[in-house]
């Protein structure tokens, strides 16, 4: 992690009371923000997220599996996020599991919701094929590449990308499959109907420093953070999923005008993220 | 009452004992020792700089590793680990290499009942061979209890098996000394008497106990002066047959 | 029994989920509790003599043991800082909930116990140093993360660690319009929503917040508030056990 | 602290916990030559012991031993597996003692404490050579479906002599077990018949009669240690430290000698020593079993 002198730091703080940044920006401005769709062809569907320096991937495999016993009518998801030590010396052999760890926790919370299932992100029943035997697994994949702050809300746009950019095949399941034994099921490769995302959230992590909160913190303004709230916001303004982290306490008051705030930057994100995916979805057909 | 054994030994009867040592070249001392067809080889790598965690500083560390035949280690192995490291401890003068670790490796070459004992007789005889400053030499005999209350002694697996109960014993091995026999009295007992280490397995009344104590003491001074014979030979891996 | 144990199943039915959507909510809880009303806590110090300082806590029928382990030598990986550091471990017994396999979560509760504790310890009065915190769960009744929580702050008190505040936690669950306090493992299986929040009550400062499931920003308002002042109430329940137990050493 | 002149009364300026810390062994010496213990024990006095049964609830048996501030918790749990082919009338037992890390400084997360296989082993062997549970007793459907009980003893403090608490709860936690009452459903399954409805009523219970686990010689230890000619019972773990001579001596309650342990130390044990010993634990099953009565009779009052 670069070290930052005395003098850096309490630059960055000044600046940050005054609402300038040190690469320009507002407090409550993203860095700007680019998405390539499909990169990974063998996955069901991939997007890779640049957030200025900040470098994230997101793959979607969706494999045939069971239903576990205590769920018989919901497919399964399941996430895990990988640091490379490409992006920063301290990820090489287990460094990076610890935060990766933390990351695949948040995110999986964020986009299954609560156990009953409302405000989850992907509709669970919709992965079902035959009830209590066959559906669909989806296996998420996320990999850091290199990383300069704000690894969550990088992630969190990858993999909506990534799921709107995903395709199910479409399934037949032979009849008279009876019995509890796995009904012959086959897989068609042309026909592929498409994930619906709309109610897929996106992240957004405001950290405060001092006395202020700012949005898209970079790896230096991430090193002064004395807390930092992670809330998941969907397309309707619902809360899907809230996380503090850091270590200094926060007034409960705070955090409430923090989710104000974040509703607010939520909504901006979320067209520009939306405009970016159709540029992608554009720009990958023709090529 | 006559209970004959399958191998046609008499109760008291230890199987053939081989001891060679020296037999490895790497290890600072090494020997095998065989009862019958249990037989174990055991490696001694000499006092190592450093003691393992939450061990005492002052003192030497002994450390047990036990390979099996085949396969895991599972909580048999590491129970015999422990009593085997307890017992080499109570022999071993600690005091002259502190701060060091001595490992002694138990390789199973191939167990056919008394595993245990075979490879405290293994090690000892190992210590030795690797020149480590011992107070006195333990020696191990398993005895089994038969249903009728009938002691045996160094069963075979089999016997071992389908016996009621049956004790690993280990005493000290009888020491030749100038001092008159009182002086050498603990306790209105000769010390080679005292138990060192002794692990049952199955139920048993308390006085077949202690008869599995007399004849465990009886057959130490057999093993003793086995023991001692193939130390003294000169030639350090001859195979001695016992009597 | 050698070899590989036969694999067994549990024969106790299948926990048979209610209809998820049954409207007519009922206003009584399935232990006949209120829905503001938490469950009755037992909490008590000095459960674990060979630790530096423990407690035992009871919330209905979760039971949690905490013992701390004094500032201690950090392992030697560790590089030198001037300061200390906090280590956390929660472990559930294989009898802790009725179903064996269970209790994979754990691994998560370690890190957000951390979380929790981190902003309410002093770190820089033991530096160089490891404080270890280590939980078991002997029974799973539903919410045990809040109770680890509130029964490891007063374990660290008992240790003598040196803490801006007592730290108390508690949890919520929305069941459809109803807001749930302090939920047991039924209400959790089907919740909607959940929110679990650990302060500092006397700084009002909250040092962990989780929420899952689907809120609205007024639904998020009334739980903090609930929960804030449950956590309030757990606050005087740790502070008169404290008391008690320094009372007790004394006469 | 005066400069120590003389060796012997070198105690005397010092405070007796720094003396304690210094040189325990001759702080421990110092009380047997008064034939006591630094916690007032008498030399041959065991701790103070109780017992109580049902404090688990998620499980089908359980208890809780405390012998002084050793307390160990352990817990039943039933599940149906299909008999092995070589004794398809016969149940199984599986024996696990876990040492987590709040029981004591020595134990790391992650890495299990070297002691914990051994007194599983040891408590393995001591159950099943005591042949108290007659493994029959644990069949269902002969061939089909048996019970396999999970006996698992967590050790919540350990300070000395934790073998003695471990048997002695996992025999009270085995004497509290009731035994779920099961039915095979349709498709070959063996589900709890639920207490509260019947759903089908066709479907008589496998086990009806079958209600608790008659134990037959239950095993009862002590442990003692051997310093300098005297026997000191039922040690505390500064006690085991620095006296390293430990015999544990298991007897059952026809008084059959179900396990005498004494892995190695540095004292040698004679016969009469050993004698001593088992008189010693003779006493000892004596006490445990009025605890282990008293525990069951109140238990059944309930």
Not at chain 2, 112 to 135: E, M, Q, R, Y
Not at chain 4, 156 to 173: E, N, P, R
Request: hydrophobic letters at 40%.
């Amino acid at each position: 992690m670069v070290g930052l002198s005395a003098g850096e730091k309490h630059f960055i703080q000044g600046g940050i009371a005054q609402d300038l940044r040190t690469d320009g920006r507002k407090r409550l401005d993203f860095r700007p923000i680019s998405v390539e769709t499909g990169i990974i062809p063998q996955a069901s569907g991939s997007a890779r997220v640049r957030i200025g320096a900040t470098d994230v991937i997101a793959s979607v495999k969706a494999e045939l599996g069971k239903p576990n016993a205590s769920q018989p009518d919901k497919g399964k998801v399941s996430v895990h996020i990988d640091c490379s030590a490409t992006a920063e010396p301290a990820f090489e052999g287990r460094g990076g599991e610890e935060l990766s760890a933390e990351l695949s926790v948040s995110l999986q919370r964020c986009l299954l919701g609560g156990k009953s299932g409302s405000g989850a992100g992907i509709n669970l029943s919709s992965l079902i094929i035959v009830e209590g035997k066959v559906c669909w697994d989806l296996y998420i994949d996320g990999l850091v590449v290199s990383s300069d702050g704000n690894l969550l809300d990088a992630l969190g746009a990858a993999i909506k990308s990534a799921l709107s950019n995903t395709g199910i095949p479409k399934v037949q399941v032979a009849v008279g499959a009876s019995g509890d034994e796995q009904p012959e099921v086959d897989v068609s490769d042309e026909e592929f109907l498409q994930f619906d995302t709309s109610s897929v959230p996106i992240i957004v992590t405001l950290t405060k420093i001092g006395r202020h909160y700012i949005v898209d913190a970079t790896a230096d303004e991430e090193s002064l953070m004395s807390s930092a709230v992670s809330i998941s916001i969907n397309r309707r303004g619902q809360i899907c999923g809230l996380t503090k982290r850091g270590g200094a306490g926060l007034d409960p008051s705070v955090i409430l005008d923090m989710i104000s705030v974040a509703k607010h930057v939520s909504e901006q994100l979320m067209s520009k993220l939306d405009s970016e995916i159709a540029a992608a979805e554009a720009m990958e057909e023709d090529s | 009452m006559e209970v004959d054994r399958a191998d046609g030994r008499t109760a008291n009867q230890l199987r053939p004992l081989a001891c060679s040592r020296n037999v490895l070249n790497r290890a600072h001392g090494s020997a095998s020792w065989s009862q019958g067809d249990t037989k174990v080889l055991a490696a001694v790598y000499g006092p190592k700089a450093g003691t393992k965690k939450n061990e005492n500083p002052e003192k030497a560390c002994i450390e047990v590793i036990w390979r099996t035949k085949s396969g895991q280690n599972g909580k048999a192995e590491k129970e015999y680990e422990m009593i085997l490291k307890r017992t080499l401890q109570s022999i071993c003068v600690l005091t002259v290499y502190p701060n060091t670790t001595t490992s002694i490796i138990i390789q199973v070459v191939h167990d056919d009942g008394a595993l245990l004992p075979c490879a405290v007789n293994a090690a000892c005889a190992a210590l030795t061979d690797a020149g480590i400053p011992l107070k006195h030499l333990a020696v191990a005999i398993c005895c089994c209890v038969a249903d009728g209350g009938y002691v045996m002694l160094d069963p075979t697996m089999l016997e071992e098996q389908n016996m009621k109960a049956f004790a690993y014993l280990v005493f000290p091995n009888a020491t030749m000394c100038v001092l008159s026999d009182a002086a050498t009295l603990v306790d209105g007992e000769p010390k080679e008497h005292g138990v060192i280490t002794s692990v049952t397995h199955g139920a048993m009344a308390v006085d077949e106990y202690l008869l599995c104590l007399e004849r465990g003491r009886a057959a130490t001074a057999k093993l003793s002066d086995f023991l001692r014979r193939s130390l003294q030979s000169q030639v350090p891996s001859g195979q001695l047959e016992s009597a | 029994m050698a070899g590989k144990t036969p694999t067994t199943y549990s024969p106790s039915p299948r926990l048979k989920s209610k209809p998820a959507k049954n409207d007519a909510y009922d206003s009584v809880r399935p232990d006949g509790r209120g829905f503001a009303q938490c469950r009755p806590a037992f909490m008590r110090t000095g459960a674990v003599n060979s630790a530096s300082g423990s407690a035992y806590a009871e919330f209905g029928n979760t039971k949690v043991i905490v013992s701390v382990f004094g500032p201690r030598e950090s392992k030697k990986a560790m590089m030198y800082s001037d300061l200390g550091r906090l280590n956390c471990n929660v472990s559930y017994t294989t009898f802790a909930s009725p179903s064996r396999a269970q209790g994979s979560d754990h691994k998560e509760f370690s890190t957000m116990l951390h979380k929790a504790l981190e902003g309410a310890i002093i770190l820089e009065t033991f530096p160089k140093t490891t404080v270890d915190v280590f939980a078991l769960i002997l029974e799973s009744g539903g919410g045990d993360l809040p109770v680890v929580i509130s029964c490891a702050s007063l374990a660290l008190a008992d240790a003598g660690i040196m803490m801006y505040d007592l730290v108390v936690s508690a949890s919520l669950s929305c069941l459809g319009p109803n807001l749930v306090i302090d939920p047991i493992n039924e209400e959790e299986s089907r919740e909607d929503g959940n929110l679990m929040i650990s302060c500092m009550p006397s700084r009002n400062e909250v040092t962990q917040l989780i929420i899952t499931g689907e809120w609205s920003t007024p639904k998020i308002n009334e739980a903090m508030r609930l929960c804030l002042d449950a956590c309030t109430k757990l606050s005087t329940i740790t502070r008169t056990c404290l008391k008690d137990a320094a009372s007790s050493t004394q006469d | 602290m005066g400069l120590p002149d003389a060796a012997g009364d070198l105690s005397s300026e010092m405070e007796v916990d720094a003396f304690r810390r210094l040189f325990p062994l001759r702080f421990h010496e110092r009380h047997l030559a008064e034939s006591i213990r630094p916690d007032g024990r008498p030399v041959g006095g065991a701790r103070d012991t109780s017992l109580a049964l049902g404090a688990v609830g998620s499980s089908d048996g359980s208890a809780l031993a405390k012998i002084g501030s050793t307390t160990m918790l352990a817990a039943v749990k039933m599940e149906v597996m299909t008999p092995l082919s070589e004794s398809p009338e016969e149940g199984c037992i599986a024996i696990e003692f876990h040492m987590p890390p709040i029981c004591s400084p020595l134990v790391r997360p992650g890495r299990p404490a070297d002691a914990a296989p051994v007194v599983a082993k040891q408590l393995n062997d001591t159950i099943v050579s005591s042949g108290m549970i007659n493994l029959k007793e644990l069949s269902l459907v002969s061939g089909k479906a048996a019970w396999m009980a999970y006996l698992d003893i967590y050790c919540l403090d350990a300070d000395g002599a934790l073998f003695d608490a471990a048997l002695l709860s996992a025999v009270a936690a085995l004497s509290h077990l009731r035994i779920p009452q099961v039915s095979l459903n349709d498709d070959g399954r063996v589900v709890v018949v639920s207490e509260e409805g019947e759903e089908k009523i066709d479907r008589e219970p496998v086990n009806k009669e079958k209600r608790k686990l008659n134990l037959t010689n239950i095993p009862f230890s002590l442990t003692c240690v051997l310093h300098k000619g005297y026997i000191l019972a039922d040690p505390t773990a500064e006690e085991e430290s620095i006296m390293g001579t430990l015999v544990t001596v298991a007897l059952d309650s026809s008084d059959q000698l179900v396990s005498l342990y004494k892995p190695g130390g540095p004292v040698l044990a004679h016969t009469s020593v050993l004698k001593d010993c088992v008189e010693l634990t003779k006493k000892r099953t004596v006490e445990l079993q009025k605890i282990l009565a008293e525990a069951i009779s109140d238990m059944d009052l309930e």
